[in-house]
């Protein structure tokens, strides 16, 4: 894949460059492995603005994706498809049994290729092994934390996180972020890297490319009267005039940490970078 320019016909195409298509399967999505996305607008169940600046967008189809790879029999890779719903291609398995799913599509991986899932299977993108399995120093994505609940970590586009150790009934993973953590040895792992790592080189090059995925613009607080915001108000070009930078609600932000000490913390050996 390549990321594909367009012809300055117009001043919003002028810098825009998304991931060309042309490799993916023409095959429409598979119904019925689909569901169809209400949206609302970024309104809870009352009614009331939960998440603002949300509104309208296209209409989208959510795929849904086998994240447990819990299926111990062989599958063939027969689409490669791209997914309104995520960064990552996603890709169409058929079961020896005559089971279908979609699985998130590793890079590197082709329409035809044979993967499978358990203890005995070969180290190649694609499979799924336990963590105990794997040897050390492999890339993999779509890891478990829990055993039996299915993939949580290591899932967007271009993402991959490394297997630096082995340590009685837990492993030692590196994730995206830089952080290392213990992981149960018993949780399920696929090796490889996410397809469409070119996802973040994307210029979406006007206001128009949000507004079809459902954002509407966002006003700073700076610009806002004092009753909307606490940055705003004061004549002209006021400074924030507080200890530090606030949210509408008052609470601290911009490098305030808000992570709470949790059981979670004990599995933590190195933290994140930021």
């Known amino acids: 894949m390549a990321l594909k320019q367009y012809k300055p016909r117009t001043p919003g195409l002028r810098q825009r460059k998304i991931v060309n298509k042309k490799g993916l399967s023409k095959q429409k999505r598979n119904?019925?492995?689909?569901?169809?996305?209400?949206?609302?607008?970024?309104?809870?169940?009352?009614?009331?603005?939960?998440?603002?600046?949300?509104?309208?967008?296209?209409?989208?189809?959510?795929?849904?994706?086998?994240?447990?790879?819990?299926?111990?029999?062989?599958?063939?890779?027969?689409?490669?498809?791209?997914?309104?719903?995520?960064?990552?291609?996603?890709?169409?398995?058929?079961?020896?049994?005559?089971?279908?799913?979609?699985?998130?599509?590793?890079?590197?991986?082709?329409?035809?290729?044979?993967?499978?899932?358990?203890?005995?299977?070969?180290?190649?993108?694609?499979?799924?092994?336990?963590?105990?399995d794997i040897p050390v120093g492999t890339n993999i994505h779509n890891i478990e934390l829990k055993v039996g609940k299915g993939a949580q970590l290591v899932r967007a586009a271009g993402a991959s996180a490394v297997l630096m150790g082995k340590h009685e009934t837990r492993v030692i993973v590196k994730l995206p972020s830089g952080e290392t953590r213990y992981i149960n040895h018993n949780c399920n792992a696929t090796i490889g890297v996410v397809s469409n790592s070119l996802k973040r080189n994307e210029v979406i090059g006007k206001a128009g490319a949000n507004r079809w995925k459902g954002w509407r613009p966002k006003v700073r607080g700076a610009v806002m009267n004092r009753c909307d915001h606490p940055h705003g108000g004061g004549e002209g070009r006021a400074p924030v005039g507080l200890s530090g930078p606030k949210t509408p609600w008052g609470k601290p932000t911009l490098g305030y940490k808000t992570r709470s000490v949790k059981k979670s913390n004990k599995n933590i050996v190195t933290k994140r970078k930021k």
């Open 31 to 132: 119904k019925s492995l689909t569901v169809m996305l209400r949206t609302n607008s970024g309104r809870n169940n009352q009614g009331k603005i939960t998440v603002r600046s949300r509104s309208g967008g296209g209409k989208r189809f959510y795929r849904q994706i086998d994240f447990k790879r819990n299926k111990n029999v062989e599958g063939v890779i027969k689409t490669i498809e791209y997914d309104p719903n995520r960064g990552s291609f996603i890709s169409l398995v058929y079961y020896s049994d005559g089971d279908k799913r979609y699985i998130i599509s590793p890079q590197d991986i082709k329409i035809g290729d044979v993967i499978n899932t358990g203890e005995l299977v070969d180290i190649k993108p694609g499979n799924t092994k336990q963590l105990k």
